[in-house]
């Protein structure tokens, strides 16, 4: 089941398995960023883009949280949150 992260940098973020993500929105289960396949992974809503658990690591350390993203952000995560039932 997905479920919302609770993120210490204050990003929205889904846990979801590849499985339900395509079976609900689409899409075959591969990271947005280094392009592997993986079972599990995170939406993020900020960059409208799922990561594989490796790539989430780096993006929570190395990002930085925009007060300006917030509208595109609460657009996206609303929007797959009630995709994926969260
Ligand atoms: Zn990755």
Not at 7 to 23: R, T
Not at 46 to 69: G, I, M, S, T
């Amino acid at each position: 089941m997905a479920k919302k992260v609770d993120n210490e940098k204050g990003f929205l973020v889904i846990e979801v398995s590849a499985a339900e993500l395509s079976a609900k929105a689409g899409g075959y289960g591969i990271c947005d960023y280094c392009n592997t396949p993986a079972e599990k992974g995170y939406y993020i809503a900020v960059l409208n883009q799922w990561y594989c658990p490796k790539c989430y690591d780096e993006f929570c350390k190395r990002a930085k949280y925009y007060q300006k993203d917030t509208g595109t952000e609460k657009r996206n995560y609303e929007f797959y949150s009630k995709l994926l039932g969260v």
